[in-house]
T-cell receptor, first 113, second 111 residues
Framework: NAGVTQTPKFQVLKTGQSMTLQCAQD?????MYWYRQDPGMGLRLIYY???????DKGEVPNGYNVSRLNKREFSLRLESAAPSQTSVYFC????????????FGQGTRLTVV | GDSVTQMEGPVTLSEEAFLTINCTYT??????LFWYVQYPGEGLQLLLK?????DKGSNKGFEATYRKETTSFHLEKGSVQVSDSAVYFC??????????FGAGTTVTVRA
């Protein structure tokens, strides 16, 4: 059982480039999340999708967009990457909006130079 | 909005020592509370949870009790092992379906 799959695992971008981080879950979960993890900052919520067809901003949405393509997939797009977006990005999913266990992907380490 | 504040780290302990990591929260309503653990190079995984006041979550020798009167969910383990070295995150989920995390506490256990 794959769980939550994120691609790519590593990426280096130049300032101003764009890219999309992909996330897919095979557990038929309703809710999906994107977080960034920075030293000393813990996990900060970028965007979340409580259910298919809905998306909402989290704590740090500026510079990002998301698409809940279907129930399985939730992508995160950086339109014009900045060095401040250098981070480790995690996708997660849960069955009932976080009230039950959330499952995490392995993370994407993004460096913007 | 809802938020979680947890004890700053890092924490370094000897094997078989007692571990406590403090966590307090601010939330409207009655959130669910969680502790997640992150081992080096991996994503987060659920350690334990509690969904209502006075519930005690437990797993792998770790325990935490949902205290509504003090808005706390402190993590404890009576005798740590080297394999418990990891980053521990307190988290809450409220009525808005957001899952919010604390800053994380790095724990290192020495043999």
């Amino acid at each position: 059982n794959a769980g939550v799959t994120q691609t790519p695992k590593f990426q280096v971008l130049k300032t101003g480039q764009s890219m999309t981080l992909q996330c897919a879950q095979d557990m038929n979960h309703n809710s999906m999340y994107w977080y960034r993890q920075d030293p000393g900052m813990g996990l900060r919520l970028i965007y979340y999708s409580a259910s298919e067809g809905t998306t909402d901003k989290g704590e740090v949405p500026n510079g990002y967009n998301v698409s809940r393509l279907n129930k399985r997939e939730f992508s995160l797009r950086l339109e014009s990457a900045a060095p401040s977006q250098t981070s480790v990005y995690f996708c997660a999913s849960s069955d009932t909006g976080g009230f039950t266990e959330a499952f995490f992907g392995q993370g994407t380490r993004l460096t913007v130079v | 909005g809802d938020s979680v504040t947890q004890m700053e780290g890092p924490v370094t302990l000897s094997e078989e020592a007692f571990l406590t990591i403090n966590c307090t929260y601010t939330a409207t309503g009655y959130p669910s509370l969680f502790w997640y653990v992150q081992y080096p190079g991996e994503g987060l995984q659920l350690l334990l949870k509690a969904t209502k006041a006075d519930d005690k979550g437990s797993n792998k020798g770790f325990e935490a009790t949902y205290r509504k009167e003090t808005t706390s969910f402190h993590l404890e383990k009576g005798s740590v092992q080297v394999s418990d070295s990891a980053v521990y995150f307190c988290a809450l989920s409220g009525n808005d379906y957001k899952l919010s995390f604390g800053a994380g506490t790095t724990v290192t256990v020495r043999a």
